[in-house]
């Protein structure tokens, strides 16, 4: 059987482009959230450290 609608065929190929980048961007983007939540927690055990040593190393009074 031969295509004759060739316009549609490119238009079906279009719409799977799209929905693959669209997917593509939402795992990126859950990836990134997943990320930004780990440096956040690596942010305050670093803070926490931090001040843990400058209370140790401050004299005791």
Excluded: H, W
Excluded at 34 to 61: F, H, M
């Amino acid at each position: 059987m031969i295509r004759t609608d060739y316009c549609s065929s490119d238009s079906d190929f279009s719409q799977r482009r799209l929905t693959y980048q669209k997917r593509k961007l939402n795992m990126l983007n859950v990836i990134r959230d997943g990320l930004e939540r780990r440096i956040s927690a690596i942010d305050a055990s670093i803070v926490t450290l931090k001040s843990q040593i400058e209370r140790l190393e401050s004299p005791s009074q």
